[in-house]
């Protein structure tokens, strides 16, 4: 019976790996293909879409635009939830209900709702936003900030906030000193998880930016659309953005996973030494 459960769970994640990595194999040897009729396979292989994608100016003014914004909208969202979090856990714990329901906004109304509603709220107060990148910046910010705030928010309780807030106001820290040399190297993993939804987030975000800004700030999103809405279809270009969006979203979750191998604390320099300290 153990034999046959080991089995059925070896079964089990091969269908799920099945299930997860046939669509991506298939776009990888889209983006290869010369030509692709009724075989199972291509009927033969080419490295021009990739040429092409590479030297094409739009699509690289549009990635990288969508790389800035997204950065843009991480540290805009680190700077705002990190210090509202640790203000409602060691200061005023009235306001986490407030908190609570702006992070639960997002969740309920669809981002098409969200954009259409600031849309007629900023061309009434500030028509001279609509489409800048401001307002995309803004927008994202806004619908993308539960992630951290939950990250943090779980984060900071599980380093019991309020015992190490007390013990550096008695080693006479500032608050600015306690939060950027206490709290944050003790909660750098939620930051990183949730830092990553945020950046994963404004990336692959659609609805706001068409509604908002449309080719006015053409990001990846827009630039697919286009290519799929072109008279000649230019899929294997599009199978091309698909792969190089996959890698910087994989090559980011990678990267905060190794860093936070085997880290109580995260990977902030000093985590590790306050951890101990902590524990002691």
Request: aromatic share 12%; net charge positive.
């Amino acid at each position: 019976m153990v034999h046959l459960g080991r089995i059925g769970r070896w079964a089990f994640f091969a269908f799920i790996a099945l299930y997860l990595a046939i669509p991506m194999v298939a776009v990888i040897l889209y983006s290869f293909s010369a030509r692709w009729t009724s075989n199972i396979l291509p009927d033969a292989y080419t490295l021009a879409h990739w040429g092409e994608a590479f030297r094409d100016e739009r699509m690289r003014n549009a990635f990288w635009r969508t790389t800035w914004m997204a950065i843009a909208v991480l540290l805009l969202d680190i700077v705002l939830v990190v210090p509202a979090v640790y203000w409602q856990r060691v200061r005023n714990p009235k306001i986490r209900v407030f908190a609570e329901l702006s992070a639960a906004i997002p969740f309920v109304l669809p981002f098409i709702v969200i954009a259409f509603g600031i849309l007629k709220f900023m061309g009434r107060s500030a028509p001279q936003m609509l489409g800048t990148p401001l307002i995309i910046l803004l927008s994202h910010a806004a619908i993308a900030f539960p992630f951290l705030y939950w990250a943090v928010d779980g984060a900071m309780a599980a380093a019991n906030v309020g015992r190490l807030n007390e013990a550096a106001v008695v080693c006479g820290a500032s608050p600015l000193q306690t939060l950027r040399h206490v709290i944050l190297p003790n909660i750098s993993s939620g930051l990183a998880a949730g830092g990553m939804l945020v950046f994963a987030t404004s990336f692959g975000e659609f609805a706001l930016v068409q509604i908002l800004a449309g080719s006015r700030f053409e990001n990846i999103s827009l630039y697919s659309l286009d290519l799929l809405l072109n008279t000649t279809s230019q899929v294997e270009l599009m199978a091309v953005l698909t792969i190089l969006m996959f890698v910087v979203l994989f090559g980011i979750s990678v990267a905060v996973v190794y860093l936070n191998r085997g880290r109580e604390g995260g990977f902030l320099p000093g985590s590790r030494a306050l951890v101990t300290e902590k524990n002691e």
